[in-house]
């Protein structure tokens, strides 16, 4: 059908037409001489040499072929990139144009190069002409562009089948007046010089780039977002098939969709014929939309927020314009799209008609995916809906999808995960976090495959920047790993999480060949020197934990301010040198718990046949039974039997917590007072014990922090807010036990030891308990470690903080917390040299930053390159995660958004689901029935203490925070790895019940039958 049956009003181009071409070329033909000269029309790009690619950029000469052939794209301008070039060779400094930056991508000169030329370009004027014209043409177009200008990049390299400045190059919306244009402008141009875009540039073969940019009429959106006509290569399977397309979509503005800023909706459309296969709607409660001041972020009514955003008549139309794209085999492509509605009363205010198709909620989302269309999102309540006729899709920027470059170190048959890691750090690191970071990681680990026995290749990348992102190289984690017999990708991915069965079969045809001979030649060494290291580790952890100490206390009685700058520096390199020291000596710790845990693993296996599962309810099923693969059972029974740690550092903040909410109930006072919100420090309680014990809480934890691993995050210490938003969120239940907690783990885990004792022989039983005590022993001084590792980042961190007083001392110009978008080396470098001018390098990192930190993050694992998409959550009722503590139980979910914002929101009682739990965190679990997260694996440290507290978990569930939202009833059964969404009117009034147990949070969760 077509797109259009008859004339629709056009709100951006302010007439009525079918045809958008026709309408960009009479506004076209009309702008004032002073546009014409500087400013090309849209449609005119790449039709004409002039027009080129070349010459207006990739990005303008596409839109331009649309446009001409018909496709509804917004009227629009482009600069030429010959701008560009000639403002680079006025104003910049030789040596700093494009072209060498591009070939000196990844040096330090190439950096500090990069950052000079990006200020000069922000801050030099453009020509005096090309100003007058800007001028012109926003006098021309104001009163047709209520919402102002889009201005694009346009890079000559840009929008091909082999390159992609997707995410690299800067867009800015919402754009009034001459000098907004002006500076919008400067802006794309400077996005350039980013580090990550040179690396791009360098990596794809580009040796020259200039920079068009285009200006276009900001569509009035009521929906807007992201359709991929076709999984990208490596992205067909389970939740996305090959002849299905893919929207991503949310209320307002798509940029939080394109940029990952929020949650979206997930379409999945067939191929052939446009019908709706599956959605998941997010809960949209804010939409970006452009006011009076520019963009801002507005709430959503209830009703909308619920529903989805995009109706059958705009689904419609994107099946149809995909089809179009894909005509003469042309795509994937990448598509960006608004949905407009012309108001038929009036103008409210910015995002009052959040809605689209007009049309009355009625069929929840699954019903209308099963019906083959989409719910529409509700309008508020008393207005009145335009027709569906009244609104068209129009496309904003249509891109090749298989651009895009390889992670450093890769290529197109690595594959690349976080989904342990991301535990630590999730989202984007900071710079200095980065430099870190991956600096005593890489080392840990090339220290600690040697110790194995391993030879790891000359130039191996073994950690890896995914948009900031800490990402593993498991290709080459595996390749090396295999020389040792017994590593293979499934023994370490089933406890770390990540991995499809796909990824670990495809990872171990990556592994395979590789030579042991190696590994035998050196074991003769290697062993004896092993299993020495392993059994003095105790004592080695011991005599570390005195260094560190002796550490930690110099330092905190040292007066930084009263250093020079070479001492300062010295201070910096010395308390880093430690920290490398710290997570070599975790890691070993790490190897040694992992070695410990296969070793039980696979006694367990050699018994498999003559004992049964203390969880099975008849006492006759074996661990082979079928509740999933044999090796998952024997997996979760290790995990179970090695529970109930005492004295688990991780485990530390939590209890201690507890017992300070135990106190504040017994005081009315300081209850009140800290439910009335008005509690920060110890202060500003009431004298007595429940004062007392929280001062003591922050002396001893004060280190702590929710995502600590991040230098830039403000400690405990430093700002207690979240760890009141967790007391206060426990102070809303009956008062728990926190000894309670820990007797519940080590009651199963000696209930399946005494089962075990009826049907194993003396001599295997002796060694299953020898292996469990070792196996305790070596997850608690890996904890022990993972504390001391944020101990000395709290001491790196206040170094930091002092450089940063400096920095900002010598540079006003600079915002707190400068120090953290430099990198270690440059930050030592400048120390030591006495030259700290780094504002270039601040400004340039810190623009990277906030890019990164506002793109979608990468799956958890993917190969080749990260793929610009927000996958689909497993559809249905029932999602699979990997069991990682046992038990089931019923509760309502509470969703918690990234970072440490609406802890107290939790209530005793409900589930906890999250992209990833770090350890701090922890606090809460004991006010939850149970925890769900979407990264993770049975042997991370949020499930060790999940265990240690004897809540259920199931975590590495893909896309659960979409699939689930707050409110829904769910049923976590921690024993298989399964999350079950109940039917509302089946749940029960009282939250966190137990199925078969009692209500009320943290009740003893019953044990599962593995059969």
């Not at 007046?177 to 350039?192: H, K, N, P, T, Y």
């Not at 992201?226 to 991503?248: C, D, K, Y």
């Not at 040792?484 to 990540?498: D, E, K, N, Q």
Request: charged content about 25%; aromatic content about 4%; glycine content about 10%.
């Amino acid at each position: 059908m077509p797109l259009t049956q008859a004339a629709e009003p056009c709100y951006s181009l302010g007439i009525d037409v079918a045809d958008p071409t026709r309408t960009a070329r009479a506004d076209g033909a009309t702008d004032p001489p002073t546009v014409r000269e500087w400013l090309k029309p849209l449609e005119s790009a790449g039709l004409r040499r002039h027009t080129s690619a070349k010459r207006v950029g990739g990005k303008a000469a596409s839109l331009g072929r649309l446009l001409r052939d018909g496709f509804p794209v917004p009227r629009g301008w482009v600069l030429d990139a010959r701008c560009f070039t000639e403002l680079v060779d006025r104003q910049l400094p030789p040596g700093h144009d494009l072209a060498t930056l591009i070939r000196l991508s990844g040096t330090r000169a190439g950096v500090d190069r990069a950052a000079r030329a990006r200020d000069r370009i922000l801050s030099e004027p453009l020509p005096e002409a090309l100003s007058t014209a800007l001028r012109a043409l926003w006098q021309a177009v104001e009163q047709e562009a209520p919402w102002g200008l889009a201005v694009r990049s346009s890079a000559t390299c840009e929008d091909s089948e082999e390159t992609s400045m997707a995410g690299l190059a800067t867009s800015v919306l919402g754009v009034r007046g001459e000098a907004g244009l002006d500076a919008a402008i400067r802006q794309v141009w400077a996005s350039a010089f980013l580090p990550r875009a040179l690396a791009y540039l360098a990596h794809a073969g580009v040796r020259d780039v200039a920079m068009g940019v285009v200006l276009q009429v900001m569509v009035r959106a009521e929906a807007a977002g992201v359709l991929f006509t076709a999984p990208p290569p490596g992205l067909e399977g389970e939740h996305w098939h090959a002849g299905e397309r893919l929207v991503n979509a949310t209320l307002g503005l798509g940029a939080p969709v394109v940029d990952g800023a929020a949650a979206a909706d997930t379409i999945r459309l067939a191929r052939d014929g446009g019908r709706v296969v599956a959605s998941a709607v997010a809960q949209k409660r804010r939409a970006l939309v452009v006011g009076a001041a520019g963009l801002e972020e507005v709430p959503v009514p209830e009703p909308s927020a619920e529903q989805p955003a995009l109706g059958e008549a705009a689904l419609r139309q994107l099946a149809e314009l995909a089809e179009r794209l894909e005509q003469g085999g042309k795509g994937p492509f990448d598509v960006e799209f608004a949905v407009e509605a012309v108001e038929e009363r009036g103008e409210g205010p910015p995002g009052a008609a959040l809605v689209v198709d007009g049309e009355a909620p009625s069929d929840p989302p699954e019903a209308a995916a099963a019906a083959g269309a989409s719910a529409p999102v509700a309008r508020e309540a008393g207005e009145g809906a335009p027709s569906p006729a009244a609104r068209r899709v129009w496309l904003l920027q249509v891109r090749p999808v298989s651009g895009g470059g390889f992670p450093e170190g890769g290529d197109a048959d690595t594959i690349w995960s976080r989904a342990n890691v991301g535990e630590a750090l999730p989202g984007a690191a900071t710079p200095l976090t980065w430099s870190v970071a991956r600096a005593f990681s890489d080392r840990g680990f090339r220290e600690a495959f040697a110790a194995l026995g391993c030879r790891v290749p000359r130039g191996a990348r073994l950690v890896a920047n995914v948009h900031g992102r800490f990402y593993l190289n498991l290709t080459a984690f595996m390749r090396i790993a295999a020389q040792v017999p017994g590593l293979s990708p499934r023994a370490l991915l089933g406890m770390s999480g990540g991995a499809s069965e796909a990824l670990i079969a495809r990872l171990a045809e990556q592994s395979e060949g590789v030579s042991r001979r190696g590994f035998y030649a050196r074991l003769p060494l290697t062993g004896p020197r092993l299993l020495l290291r392993q059994a003095r580790l105790e004592r080695e952890v011991a005599a570390y934990e005195g260094e560190a100490l002796w550490a930690q206390r110099a330092l905190s009685e040292l007066d930084m301010t009263l250093l020079p700058d070479d001492a300062i520096g010295t201070t910096l390199r010395s308390v880093f040198m430690l920290l490398e020291r710290t997570g070599t000596r975790m890691l070993h710790c790490a190897s040694a718990s992992l070695a410990s845990h296969l070793a039980l693993c696979k006694a367990l296996e050699r018994i498999a046949g003559r004992r049964a599962s203390a969880r099975s309810a008849s006492g006759e099923a074996h661990l082979d039974a079928p509740a999933g693969r044999a090796e998952t059972n024997v997996e979760h029974l290790a995990q179970v039997l090695a529970g109930g740690v005492r004295e688990l550092d991780s485990a530390g903040p939590g209890i201690e917590l507890a017992r300070v909410a135990e106190l504040v109930m017994q005081d009315r006072t300081a209850r009140e007072r800290l439910l009335a919100g008005g509690v920060l420090w110890p202060r500003d309680l009431p004298e007595g014990p429940a004062r007392d014990a929280y001062a003591r809480f922050l002396d001893a934890y004060g280190d702590r922090a929710v995502r600590e691993a991040e230098l830039a995050t403000p400690r405990w210490g430093e700002d207690p807010s979240p760890v009141v938003a967790m007391l206060t969120a426990s102070l809303r239940g009956a008062p728990g036990d926190p000894e309670r907690a820990l007797a519940r783990a080590r009651a199963l885990a000696d209930r399946e030891m005494a089962m075990l004792e009826t049907r194993v022989p003396r001599l295997e039983l002796a060694l299953l308990r020898a292996l469990v005590g070792r196996a305790q022993r070596y997850v608690r001084l890996r904890e022990r470690m993972r504390t001391w590792v944020t101990r000395v980042l709290g001491m790196l961190r206040r170094v930091a903080l002092d450089i940063d007083r400096r920095l900002r001392r010598l540079d006003p110009s600079l915002e707190p917390g400068s120090v953290f978008f430099c990198t270690y080396e440059e930050l030592a470098t400048a120390l030591s040299s006495g030259r700290a001018d780094v504002g270039h390098l601040v400004r340039l990192r810190r623009a990277e930053h906030l890019r990164d930190a506002a793109r979608p993050d990468p799956p958890a694992t993917f190969i080749g390159r990260p793929p610009p998409v927000v996958l689909p959550p497993a559809s249905g009722e029932r999602l699979l995660g990997l069991p990682a503590s046992p038990g089931v139980v019923e509760g309502r979910a509470r969703v918690l958004e990234p970072g440490a914002s609406a802890l107290d929101a939790v209530a005793p009682g409900e589930v906890l689901v999250a992209r990833t739990t770090d350890v701090g965190l922890s606090p809460l679990f004991l006010v939850a029935a149970a925890v769900v997260t979407e990264l993770g694996g049975p042997m991370s440290h949020a499930s060790i203490v999940a265990r240690e507290y004897g809540i259920p978990a199931v975590v590495n569930v893909p896309g659960v925070t979409l699939a689930i939202k707050t409110g829904d009833w769910l049923r976590i059964d921690g024993d298989r790895g399964v999350v079950e969404r109940l039917d509302e009117r089946a749940s029960p009034s009282s939250p966190g019940v137990v199925a078969g147990g009692a209500p009320g949070g943290g009740a003893a969760p019953r044990s599962a039958p593995l059969g």
